[in-house]
């Protein structure tokens, strides 16, 4: 296979117009070629079983959705906001919520994990964690005056946007 690759790839750029969509069709025809490579040996013409193999990925390509896609000319105008919130504001909180989570201690991070995001009880989170229910309480507690802490200071910041 490795003496036909350019011979190959011509014929796959003959068959799509472009250079980057040969490439990526000759690689997902050489990808089925290798899974059922007892079959390609055994076929009494190897090339012209490549070639079809070659056509029918193409098609395959063709018949995506992805490629009827029109660019459009001008971008849309995003959704208005829910609640004076939009979908970017809740990526951020999102990201600077896990940027305060990865501050806090392996423990009482687990803790706010177990607890708040896996809604498990004080009971259910000392058994996972191995320890006194006194300590699981003790533990949110700080996690969550250290992540409002952290918080506040995070949007009194000139230098978050």
């Known amino acids: ?9 011509r014929v796959a750029y003959l068959l799509c117009g472009d250079w980057h969509t040969a490439d990526d069709v000759l690689s997902a025809a050489l990808v089925r070629l290798l899974l059922h490579w007892p079959k390609v040996a055994a076929a009494d013409n190897v090339e ?39 979908g970017s504001d809740a990526v951020d909180e999102r990201v600077s919520l896990l940027a305060l989570l ?19 009880s004080v009971e259910e989170t000392a058994r996972e964690l191995g320890c ?4 699981v309480k003790s533990q949110a507690a700080r996690a969550l005056d250290t992540l409002r802490e952290r918080m506040s200071v995070q949007e009194e910041s000139p230098w978050t946007s």
């Open 1 to 9: 296979m490795t003496g036909r690759l350019p011979a190959l790839r």
């Open 48 to 86: 012209g079983y490549v070639r079809r193999v070659l056509v029918r990925t193409m098609l395959n390509e063709r018949r995506r959705p992805w490629h009827r896609e029109q660019p459009l000319g001008v971008m849309p105008e995003p959704p208005p906001a829910v609640g004076g919130r939009t």
């Open 102 to 120: 990865d501050e806090l201690p392996p423990r009482r991070r687990a803790v706010v994990v177990l607890r708040y995001c896996c809604d498990l």
């Open 132 to 135: 006194s229910t006194g300590t």
